[in-house]
Every structure is written in structure tokens, then in C-alpha cells.
């Protein structure tokens, strides 16, 4: 009996643990609680947390091997590693006890930055500005994984240039702007997203893989079925009909109508998009004008005054500052690559198109490329294809300049009213159809319809994009190939469980890293969204639209050194 008494004193001594845990736990639940009270048992148990975790905040990566696992072609072990080190650099810290009281999540309103340094700088020093995040009690936060946004901005001068935001993990954060241009400049720090709201995006995810649905009519004589197609479907419920795509192993998949056949599949449209995703609690995290893209305040001053450049040495740090360009009067200056050239007269971009094929392979936010240039040319003459005026495929002709402008929608997932299945064309393919040259362009946007999908079918499909590319460039390294990056947008309550910018993030991080080194220019919407003036929006305004035809014109026709 002697020995057994240390080892129950143990298993009371556990217990006891676990009945204080439990205890915690049912007190913090409750909203009516006193923040102060409140706050000390959060602290209580959040070290209890630690004590029996590692202190890692970072969620654990998990390559998701379950969705559309049984339709997808296994990854070659160098596939896999890469998708790893993707996986790995899309990993976000996430709140270390899940659960709390509404009033503990991060309120931009109580937050605040301070800018570092003097008040008056000079072009080519670098602005620093400490971010610190509180929440509704207006108490300091103790972790990181708020998603922010920075911009500086001058609206006198219409310039505007991204700031680096780096997450310390700990409720504070560094944001870094350099100073690019004289006079006064402002800081705008904003809350696009609470770590709170990002820790359910990350669930959705996972969870909720197919929370935008899509349909096919499928018609024989007088019988016709409309069933719902997606990237994959549950293969015990129903039959089903596969149009997965030969060339690339694209999975496409359809519930098969009762009574005709797969082959008698006409169309393709968006279904619609799955409504009561999240929890009264998670609904708080996403309220339009509390924490759902809402600017942070200044705790003093929100501006210096920057003056001209010391000596050169130090206008020259500019250039090394790792930013895409900044706008100034309006117009974007490139700062990592070639000046960008000012194509304000039709005749400027005739002269810079003439003899050339431009291949245009996307989304639409590609179709706005294709707009622009057809309204403000008006020597490249549109020819009616008699196809749908927001879907396309779309061709444009200038005869006497010798110019060919070609635009075609990405195979699905593409969120479209209905349009012929057979008028959907996955960029890999139709890059592989192309034979390349000095004289050819080819313009890729995918990445709008994938915000809603696990990450690795973005990876998967940029993959075969990539191949693609790579063996165009192989036939004529001559070959211009300008990638589009993914922009951000107008959120919502709604919209925001499909479209969120933090989707949008991981998308472009991913676009990034899979196209770096490759001999392909990129076009950098990210930045130029997030440093001009104008509201953000899916579709970017007619004057940042203006800048990227400028930017991609420069690519083709730049500036011959003397």
C-alpha cells in the first residue's frame, strides 16, 4: 500500500489539472464575464496551453493528400518535395487557444502605429513603422497572424508605393516603405483580415473545399439534365460521368444524368456558391467596418516630410529595396526592371504591336487587356465570333500593321454564365499549340477561380502552366511570356469566404515561387493595387488597367540603350 501512494497522489494530481482546464475553459465561454477577470484566466490558461505544447505558433503543415486524391495523377518525389516547400511558405501563425470570448480578437480600432525616426527623411532612406495590434479591451495582443496591408502615399503628387509587413508573433509588427520621393508622405496601415478571421478562412479551406459548385446541361433529343460537376465528387453517392482532361490529367467530374449519356454533355456554368458557412461565433470576425479590411490608426502622427537625397550613395538604396515600382503623377515607375514607357496615343502601341501575335490565356481579369486595347485602338479591328461577350474566345486584327490579338478563357474551374464546354481550354494546352518567336507574346492570368480550392490544386495547375512554358521557351527562347499575378479585391461579409485577400495571398506567394528563375517577365497587380489610390476591386480600374497595358508595352518594345 506504501508504494501505490505516490502513484495515486500522481492520478489526483492529473485529474486535478484536467477538472482546472475544464474549469477555464467553461468560464472563459462566457461573454458576460469581466474583461479584466476574463483576461487573467486567458493568461492562466494560456500557459497551462504551453506547458503541454510546443510553443510553436505556426499551424503544422499538411500536405492534403484526401481531396481529389483518388482522381488525381501521384506526384513524382520531386513534385512532392517542391509541393512541401510551398506548403511551408504559406505557413501562417494562428491564435494558440481557439474559442475565446469575441472581445480578445484583434480590433484595428484599438490598435495603433507609430512611425520611427524623424519627421523629416530623405528619398532613398527606408521609413520604419511599428504596428501594435489590441484587442477589444483595448489590451496588447500576444500573438501575431493578423493579416495587414501598408501603403505610403502622397495624393497631391498621386504616388504611392507597398510597404513589407513582417510579423514578430508576438501582437507587434514591422512595416518598411521606401522613400522614393520628395515631399509629404503618408502611412496607411490596414486590417484586411484579424488572425481570428484567418484561423476560419484556414478551416474553410480544409473543410470546405467545394463551397463554390458548378453545372453542366447535358441534352439528347427532347431529354436534357442538368447535374452538378466539380474538381471532384463524392464517388460512392451517385455514377459518375469524367472529363478529366487527357493531356494534362486535369480532373474535371459531373454527377451522370439518370437517363442519357456522358457524351452528351453541352455546357458549362457556375451552380452557385454554399451559404451558411461559419458559426455565429466565427461571424464576428467578419463584420464590414469593425475588423473586416478596416484602416489602424495613427498614435501620433501619420506623415513625414521627405526631402532630397543626401548624396547619391544614398538614392541609390532604392534600387535595392525588393518593391515591383511606386506611382508618381499618376503613372507607374518599374523598380526591378526596364523603364516603363508612357503608350498614351493609339498609334505608340500600333507601332509597338506591328507584326506581332499576342496571345492572351486566363481569366477576366485578362479580358480587361483585351477590352482596353480593342476600345483605345481603333485600327485593331474586333471580329465577330459569335461567342458569348463575356466569355469569348475573343480575336482582334490590325491587317495593314500585321497584329494579332487572340484572347481564350482557362479551363475550369472558371466561375462563367453558361458557355459551350468545348470553348474551354486549359493554358497548358493552348500554350503548347503555340510555336513561338521574337514576334509572339503570350499574356497567363490563372488564379481568380481557384480562391475557393485547396492550395495544391493551385500548385498542381500552375505546374502544368509551368511545363508548358518551359517547353515554349525550349522551341524559341525568343518567346515573350508575361505571367500575371493576382490583385487585391472589394470585400465583403459574403464574398469574402471565397474571394478573401488572404487567398488571394497564398495564391500569389504560390505564383511567385513557382515562376522565379524561369525567362519570364511578371506583372506585379499585387503591388500595383495595393499602392494606387483607387478602391480595391476584383477588376482594377481603368486607370491601373491603363498602367499594366504600359508595363506589359515596355516588356515588348523597350527602351533601346545607347
Not at 477538472?19 to 483576461?39: K, Y
Not at 478573401?500 to 519570364?520: E, H, P, Y
Amino acid at each position: 500500500m506504501v508504494g501505490r501512494t505516490p502513484r495515486l497522489s500522481l492520478i489526483f494530481a492529473v485529474l486535478a489539472v484536467i477538472g482546472f482546464i475544464l474549469l477555464i475553459s467553461i468560464i472563459t465561454s462566457l461573454e458576460d464575464l469581466n474583461g479584466q477577470l476574463a483576461f487573467t484566466f486567458y493568461k492562466i490558461k494560456s500557459s497551462i496551453h504551453s506547458a503541454f505544447k510546443p510553443p510553436e505558433l505556426v499551424w503544422p503543415v499538411v500536405v492534403n493528400q484526401t481531396y481529389c486524391g483518388r482522381f488525381v495523377q501521384k506526384l513524382t518525389e520531386e513534385e512532392a518535395i517542391e509541393q512541401r516547400h510551398l506548403l511551408n511558405s504559406l505557413a501562417w501563425p494562428g491564435p494558440p487557444v481557439k474559442g475565446l470570448p469575441v472581445k480578445f480578437s484583434s480590433n484595428p480600432a484599438k490598435s495603433y502605429f507609430v512611425i520611427q525616426g524623424p519627421p523629416e527623411q530623405h528619398i532613398g532612406d527606408q521609413l520604419v513603422v511599428k504596428v501594435h495590434v489590441h484587442n477589444f479591451l483595448g489590451q496588447p495582443k500576444k500573438h501575431g497572424g493578423d493579416f495587414l496591408i501598408a501603403r505610403l502615399h502622397s495624393p497631391e503628387l498621386r504616388a504611392g508605393v507597398a510597404g513589407k509587413v513582417h510579423d514578430h508573433n508576438d501582437g507587434n509588427y514591422t512595416v518598411l516603405f521606401p522613400l522614393l520621393w520628395a515631399g509629404e508622405v503618408r502611412v496607411e496601415i490596414t486590417m484586411v483580415h484579424p488572425s481570428e478571421a484567418v484561423a476560419v478562412l484556414k478551416r474553410l479551406q480544409e473543410e470546405q473545399p467545394d463551397r463554390v459548385f458548378y453545372t453542366s446541361l447535358f441534352r439528347s433529343g427532347s431529354l436534357s439534365e442538368t447535374t452538378i460537376c466539380n474538381l471532384c465528387l463524392p464517388f460512392n453517392q451517385k455514377p459518375l460521368c469524367n472529363f478529366t482532361d487527357p493531356v494534362t490529367g486535369e480532373p474535371w467530374y459531373c454527377y451522370k444524368p439518370e437517363k442519357i449519356g456522358c457524351d452528351t454533355r453541352i455546357n458549362h456554368a457556375t451552380g452557385g456558391f454554399t451559404k451558411n458557412l461559419i458559426t455565429k461565433y466565427e461571424a464576428h470576425f467578419f463584420k464590414r467596418g469593425v475588423n473586416l479590411k478596416v484602416p489602424i490608426p495613427a498614435s501620433a502622427m501619420d506623415k513625414v516630410t521627405v526631402l532630397p537625397a543626401n548624396n547619391e550613395q544614398n538614392a541609390i538604396v532604392k534600387n535595392n529595396y525588393n518593391a515591383a515600382g511606386y506611382y508618381f503623377n499618376g503613372t507607374w515607375r518599374s523598380l526591378s526592371g526596364s523603364a516603363v514607357q508612357q503608350f498614351n496615343d493609339p498609334s505608340a502601341i500600333t507601332r509597338c504591336l506591328r507584326g506581332k501575335i499576342v496571345y492572351m490565356l486566363g481569366d477576366s481579369t485578362l479580358r480587361q487587356w483585351y477590352k482596353y486595347l480593342t476600345a483605345f485602338v481603333p485600327d485593331l479591328k474586333q471580329l465577330n465570333l459569335y461567342t458569348p461577350k463575356r466569355i469569348g474566345p475573343f480575336m482582334a486584327v490590325d491587317s495593314a500593321n500585321n497584329i494579332l490579338v487572340r484572347y481564350c478563357s482557362h479551363g475550369p474551374p472558371i466561375r462563367l454564365t453558361p458557355v459551350l464546354s468545348s470553348e474551354l481550354h486549359y493554358a497548358a494546352n493552348e500554350i503548347d499549340r503555340i510555336q513561338g518567336g521574337p514576334n509572339t507574346i503570350v499574356l497567363v492570368s490563372v488564379w481568380a477561380h481557384f480562391s475557393s480550392f485547396p492550395i495544391e490544386t493551385y500548385i498542381r495547375r500552375l505546374r502544368h502552366i509551368r511545363k508548358a512554358v518551359m517547353r515554349l521557351l525550349n522551341r524559341d527562347p525568343a518567346t515573350l511570356v508575361v505571367i500575371r499575378t493576382a490583385n487585391l479585391q472589394k470585400l465583403d461579409p459574403e464574398n469574402t469566404m471565397f474571394n478573401s485577400d488572404w487567398f488571394c495571398l497564398q495564391i500569389d506567394t504560390v505564383l511567385r515561387a513557382m515562376f522565379k528563375g524561369l525567362n519570364v517577365k511578371l506583372l506585379d497587380a499585387w503591388e500595383m493595387t495595393l499602392a494606387h489610390h483607387l478602391s480595391h476591386n476584383l477588376h482594377p480600374p481603368q486607370d491601373i488597367i491603363k498602367n499594366m497595358i504600359n508595363v506589359i508595352l515596355s516588356f515588348i518594345c523597350p527602351v533601346r540603350k545607347i
